[in-house]
């Protein structure tokens, strides 16, 4: 983790989906227990998309690397319905990560990091990280970000959501 100026950059700390951190969630009616947000995440994209079987699955599983291999066999995926419906299922997620585990909720609202915004650096993910490692010099500079950082902006709104929840 690097904070600057300006950001908190992260890849596999605390604000990671693949952090272990347990909540619950009500999903249509029924109270769901999770392991960690991917898993959540995934659950939830299976469950859009009516893949009974393999939301069966992710919820018997706690691993985020197993449990986004199975995300990634959901049957009738539609990538133009999930991209409407992927932030706010990644907000609900992370509001209830930090709301029910107060160690977590401390970091997030820590003053240190007042008027930092996040920033996902992982490498690889041009959509919900913005394609750097938090070593790139230029990890300040959103006009040279590779990806959306949309987990940043998720982060963002999340600890706007929790100061307000105290």
Request: hydrophobic fraction near 35%; charged fraction near 30%; charge should be negative.
């Amino acid at each position: 983790m690097r904070v600057t100026d300006k950001h908190i950059c992260f890849w596999n700390e605390w604000p990671s989906n693949w952090h272990p951190a347990e909540f619950d969630v009500e999903v249509n009616g029924v109270k769901c227990h999770f392991y960690n947000t991917e898993q959540y995440f995934m659950y939830m994209k299976a469950i859009v998309f009516g893949d009974e079987e393999i939301a069966k699955q992710i919820l018997e599983v706690s691993d985020p690397k197993k449990v986004k291999a199975l995300g990634r066999k959901v049957q009738n995926y539609d990538e133009a319905v999930w991209n409407e419906k992927r932030y706010q299922v990644m907000l609900k997620a992370n509001v209830a990560k930090f709301s029910q585990n107060e160690d977590l909720k401390q970091l997030l609202l820590s003053p240190e990091y007042e008027g930092h915004g996040f920033v996902e650096a992982s490498p690889y993910d041009k959509v919900w990280g913005v394609r750097m490692f938090e070593s790139n010099p230029d990890i300040d500079d959103e006009t040279k970000w590779k990806g959306l950082n949309l987990l940043g902006k998720v982060l963002d709104e999340t600890r706007r959501i929790v100061s307000l929840l105290k």
